[in-house]
């Protein structure tokens, strides 16, 4: 398993390290972004959003 994209867990890093210890575990884009914004006012998360598009659309480096 290379990479473990998860969404609604509270911790399944430690469990997923322990059956494939060379495994990538994050977080889904949209539950990212979505925590992200969950303090901006309403008037300010469509700007918030489009300022972070860039980030998680970037290429990884090799």
């Not at 390290?17 to 300010?44: D, F, G």
């Amino acid at each position: 398993m290379l990479i473990v994209c998860y969404d609604g867990l509270t911790e399944p890093g430690e469990a997923v390290e322990t059956v494939w210890p060379q495994t990538m575990v994050q977080t889904c884009v949209v539950h990212l972004i979505r925590n992200s914004i969950r303090y901006a006012s309403w008037k300010s998360r469509r700007t918030i959003t489009e300022a972070l598009k860039p980030i998680y659309q970037a290429e990884l480096p090799p």
